[in-house]
């Protein structure tokens, strides 16, 4: 539910002549994709290593082209990351699984962006050869305002129900709002940064496996091959998610709060966005708080982000997975309305055990890339 791992192919036309020069890059490759999380990765303890990686950018890869345009993100050395933040990341690292891990020291490059004023501002990126011939690079952002929250990752998931139906706090009128995820656990500030980076990197692993990418139509297969393992197909869509309009509305990047036209195959579970949003903003939430809990009770997705569509759905999945890794024997439950809400229970049973197989047997629960 953050901006995320690739654009919608953009087809460049250079008229040097009557031809245009050919790609320098193979187009439509055969084999599965090689991952770009290369090298090895260096002890790291406590994590310090890999928090030195970060840095602040203003880089959005939602605006960054194709080449022969595109520039890489870069490091904005006029805002340079506190030690605070450092430490925080720091600890984050240390608490993350070793799949994870194995993944975030490998990183490229680790950035910090500004917080908007609306909506999550995190990211991964997967840079492709149509963006820059050759590369191997892969990244992830995350907003500052993680990195000073002192807030539980469950008052994030309600935060973000909120941006994702652009209601604030201020909104609420005369007792009439959202429903709201309860928890009686304290606030875990390292544990909601590692959900934060859970997420985006969970976007940046689908681009870098193409997991999505089985269809020869897929506008990510013209420069990356096919998946090792077809799993997303059986697991998340033919499970799920309507495939007709999934197919038809393919995507290589998804920014948060879009849809793009994807539905839940379940018919209790089928919302639109945009008329959720019109009600709140009419101050009728029936329609949406009826969308939450359904969603939350059905033990089909983990999330109300995750009900978005279908790429939302694998980062959401991995993103808890990470979370019910990191806390062991210590996993909470929600209290939503009156409904006790066990997510991390039913990871092992039933649809959801099913999509976790899959982010297994494609390699993202891998110590190795």
């Known amino acids: 539910m953050r901006a995320t791992a690739l654009i919608p192919l953009v087809f460049l036309a250079v008229a040097c002549s009557a031809k245009a020069a050919p790609p320098s890059y193979p187009v439509y490759p055969t084999t599965p994709p090689e991952t770009h999380f290369q090298g090895t990765c260096v002890s790291d303890p406590d994590g310090t290593k890999f928090a030195e990686k970060a840095c602040y950018t203003a880089f959005y890869p939602g605006r960054s082209g194709f080449f022969p345009f595109y520039r890489p993100p870069t490091c904005d050395k006029s805002t340079p990351v506190v030690q605070a933040q450092k430490d925080v990341l720091a600890r984050t690292y240390n608490r993350a699984p070793d799949y994870m891990k194995s993944r975030l020291c490998r990183l490229t490059q680790l950035f910090v962006t500004r917080s908007p004023s609306w909506g999550p501002m995190g990211w991964g990126f997967w840079e492709g050869p149509d963006r820059l011939p050759g590369s191997k690079s892969v990244y992830v952002a995350i907003s500052d305002r993680e990195l000073t929250t002192k807030k539980s990752f469950v008052d994030v998931e309600n935060q973000t129900i909120r941006d994702l139906l652009r209601y604030s706090d201020g909104d609420r009128d005369k007792g009439r709002s959202l429903v ?190």
């Not at 939350?296 to 939302?312: D, G, H, R, T």
């Not at 993103?319 to 996993?331: E, I, T």
Request: charged share 30%; aromatic share 10%; hydrophobic share 40%.
């Open 180 to 369: 709201q995820l309860k928890t009686g656990a304290a606030p875990d500030p390292e544990l909601t940064v590692l959900a934060e980076l859970a997420h985006e990197l969970g976007h940046a692993l689908v681009a870098d496996a193409n997991m999505d990418g089985i269809k020869r139509y897929h506008p990510r297969r013209r420069v990356s091959g096919p998946p090792r393992n077809k799993c997303f197909e059986d697991a998340f869509i033919d499970a799920s998610w309507d495939e007709e309009r999934f197919n038809r509305h393919l995507q290589r990047w998804v920014d948060f709060g879009n849809q793009y036209y994807n539905r839940p195959k379940n018919p209790d579970l089928k919302f639109s966005l945009e008329r959720l949003r019109h009600d709140v903003g009419r101050g009728k939430f029936d329609a949406a708080n009826r969308a939450i809990r359904d969603v939350y009770s059905s033990k089909e997705f983990v999330s109300f982000a995750a009900a978005i569509n279908a790429l939302e759905d694998v980062a959401e999945t991995y993103k808890y997975k990470v979370l019910a890794d990191a806390m062991a024997n210590q996993k909470v439950g929600f209290d939503l309305g009156g409904r006790d809400i066990k997510v991390f229970d039913i990871l092992d049973s039933g649809i959801l055990e099913k999509k976790v197989k899959c982010l297994r047997d494609i390699g993202f629960l891998s110590d190795q890339p």
